[in-house]
């Protein structure tokens, strides 16, 4: 060997230590050889069967070896290969069968040997390994197949048909968890587009903290049609309901937000996300809330603010990564249009002015009527006398059209007295 500094370490032995330090070595790997050839090897167990306890559930047995020594302390080793690829599930286990979740899809390996516990002078059995072979056509399996529990209460899973499988391929599920005497059949089946879909009832009671697993079935309706199964853990699968009834209020600069929490789960094994945003700004804050009720202050008067909810379930409860959907928006306050601004610029100093002409008009006439003009005396005499000549004059001028009338009229009476005698006369003469 080599030492720290890199000098072989045998360099320093006195002389004759290292032939001593090789036949040493000599003797452990002879020891060790003779021990490996004197060890026994375990006879492997025997009868290795399965059966279906459950859908998507099988039970895995088989007979103890013979002829075991009393003093091994006897135990199983156990493993699964799917399609030749181990699974990396190996258990240890004094008991002679063991519970494991069915591949139908593929094919399915179950290996088991015999081991005595902490017993060096004796080596494990051989691998006793028995099938479950798929039945059906390859790729005539429902894929892809999804479930989420929403808010505790029911089950939907979706899946696709497989890309084997005929148009005309009807799917059915089943179901069973922990708790159900045999497995039932899912009845409410839905289409859409070339995706299929099954709801089913799925609750425990609100104490409840463990969930047993849910073990799912998808068969068709010939025996070309592989079936499919796998087992779901409901607690990764949990979708709450969307949050309901939002209220705003807004007192002073402060927004009040509260909306109504679902019934089926546990106050502390939900929290909420609260989104909102100002009308004016697209980016929108996002806060979280343990409560079904929270406060934003400080918000700007003269803005419109939008907000909607969502719940998350907590993971000291579920396992969960799942949300419910958004809650519908709601909005407060008014968000001030910016023509409203414009006019309120020309309108203001529109209204000052016209309003300074008022006042200027009105202060004139005021001054008036307190403080009238003192009249200047010569104009009134002037104004006087001048009136008097021009009243003389045309009472003058009036006096001679009168007169001049007058004879015009007195001229006209006698004209038509002339004019009428002869008249008259003749009349008489006639009448006599």
Known sequence: GLRSDGRDAGAMDPPGAQPRRRL??????????????GAKVLPPPSNLDYSFIQICTLNWTWNPPENVSSSCDLEYS??????????????????????????????????????????????????????LLPKGMPGTAAVDLDCVWHNLEHMVCKWRPGQNASSDTNYTLFYWYEGLKTHKKCNNYSEHQESFGCGFNLSFPKST????????????????????????????????????????????????????????????????????????LVTAQTIKVENNYTSIPSVDPNSKYIFRV???????????????????????????????????????????????????????????LILPPIPDPREILKRMFGEQNEDSQNCAKD??????????????????ILTETPVCANSEKENR
């Open 78 to 131: 156990s493993d699964i290969v799917i399609d030749e690829v181990p699974q990396d599930k190996r258990e240890w286990t004094k008991s002679r069968f063991r519970l494991t979740e069915t591949f139908l899809n593929e094919e399915m390996r179950f290996k088991v040997r015999s081991e005595c516990k902490h017993d060096n002078t004796s080596e494990p059995s051989r691998w006793v390994e028995t099938s």
């Open 24 to 37: 040493l070595l000599a003797v452990c790997w002879l020891v060790a050889a003779g021990m490996a050839a």
């Open 209 to 280: 903290n463990t969930y047993p697993p849910i073990s799912i079935l998808i068969r068709g309706d010939s025996e070309e049609i592989r079936p499919v199964c796998i087992s779901k853990n409901p607690t990764t699968l949990v979708k709450p309901a969307t949050p309901r009834q939002v209220t705003l209020a807004k007192i002073n600069d402060e927004i009040f937000v509260e909306w109504r929490i679902s019934d089926t789960f546990d106050k502390s094994c939900l929290f909420y996300e609260v989104e909102y945003h100002n009308g004016d």
């Open 310 to 368: 969502r719940a998350r379930p907590k993971p000291e409860c579920y396992s969960s990564k799942l949300t419910s959907e958004w809650s519908e928006e709601k909005s407060i306050g008014e968000k001030m249009d910016s023509t409203f601004y414009f006019a309120l610029i020309i309108t203001i100093p529109l209204i000052v002015a016209v309003s300074t002409i008022i006042l200027l008009v009105y202060l004139k006439r005021l001054k008036i």
């Open 399 to 416: 006096e001679s059209v009168n007169a001049f009338d007058r004879l015009i009229k007195e001229e006209e009476i006698h004209s038509l």
